[in-house]
């Protein structure tokens, strides 16, 4: 009996945290969207309208390949922002119109390689256009703005659009000096990822809220733990990925908890009565790990619903969902 009070006064604790800490994470969220929201807004706007501007008044937009996308490319493109920067400054002089140089890129091109869109911006900038996408569908478009004083000087960030909590400025000291296009290949992969893991949760959100009873992400989604209560126990998921380029997580623990007498009522067990078996602790389920690190999360989270009441029920690991596949 003392047993039995402890463990309803434990549950107590834990849940009086839970409520704590949500509450905390829910003022997190809406203070860092009303600092950010209203100025990254303004400056998505305006760089939306210089990207439709700057590619309405191209002459030619060409789509290239991985291997056309190179250095040399680059080399050509920045050349091209600084010959029309000095062509217009000649322009704008008491200078007679027949000093002005013969230029061999008076064209306006505009490059297209993957999901990212290159342009020649006013100021001898060069602007990236991120398209980011989920199951074939168009999600956010993201924006970065790079300047060098000639052509010969490094290029730095100017602007951008990409969200504070993925790691740009890191990338800049690291790649933009040294190795302009992989840096700008690798801002394209951390929206892309970040997109796709934010998406995945969204998505089991949405097919499976009914089932959820809480859900905790971090900015970057690459931690994640959700609470699966749709049967006589709880089922803890705590998901980290090994870094902001996986759409795969690496850390994974599914745990199976049963529940107390106060907690069980004849609301629960959509799925029927499941029993715990003669093992009254937690219940790791090694199947639905094995699920998570090869499926996407709403494939997993299926395959771990469909599965669950026969592992709890037999106290054993049914085989691996995957295997066959």
């Keep these: 009996m003392a047993e039995v009070d402890y463990m309803q006064e434990d549950d107590i604790h834990l849940d009086t945290t839970r409520a704590r800490f949500a509450s905390v994470l829910k003022r997190h969220a809406e203070l860092t969207e009303r600092l950010s929201r209203d100025s990254d807004k303004m400056i998505f706007e305006r ?41 217009k400054a000649m322009q704008s002089s008491p200078v007679d119109a ?40 168009p999600r956010e478009q993201y924006h970065c703005v790079l300047e060098s004083k ?6 730095t960030v100017l602007e951008h ?5 993925l790691p740009l400025r890191e990338a800049e000291n690291d790649l933009l000096s040294s190795n302009a296009m992989k840096f700008i290949d690798h801002i394209g992969e951390l929206l892309q990822s970040y997109v796709d893991r ?69 609301a629960r067990g959509k799925k029927g009565k499941v029993a715990f078996g ?14 998570l690190r090869t499926l996407s999360l709403p494939e997993a989270f299926a395959e771990i619903v469909l599965n669950l009441e026969e592992a709890l029920e037999q106290n054993v690991q049914p085989k691996d969902p995957t295997a066959s596949t």
């Design 98 to 137: 027949s000093m002005l140089p013969m230029c061999e890129f008076n064209d306006k091109v505009t490059y297209k390689v993957g999901n990212k869109v290159i342009c020649c911006l006013e100021g001898a900038r060069i602007g990236i256009q991120y398209d980011t996408f989920f199951a074939g569908e």
């Design 47 to 87: 760089l939306q309208r210089e990207f439709e501007a700057a590619r309405a008044s191209q002459t030619q937009e060409v789509c290239l390949d991985n291997e056309q996308w190179n250095d040399g490319l680059l080399a050509t493109i920045r050349e091209r922002v600084h010959m029309e920067a000095e062509r």
């Design 198 to 266: 934010r998406e995945q949760v969204r998505l089991i959100k949405d097919l499976y809220g009914n089932q959820i009873g809480e859900l905790y992400h971090s900015l970057p989604y690459h931690m994640i733990e959700f609470f699966l209560e749709d049967f006589e126990c709880k089922v803890t998921v705590s998901l980290r990925y090994a870094d902001l380029l996986s759409i795969l997580p690496t850390g994974i623990s599914v745990v199976a908890w049963p529940m107390s007498q106060s907690k069980k009522s004849p």
């Design 161 to 165: 659009t990409i969200p504070f909590f």
């Design 278 to 291: 003669n093992n009254a602790g937690p219940m790791r389920l090694f199947y639905a790990e094995a699920a």
């Design 150 to 155: 000639s052509f010969l000087e490094k290029m």
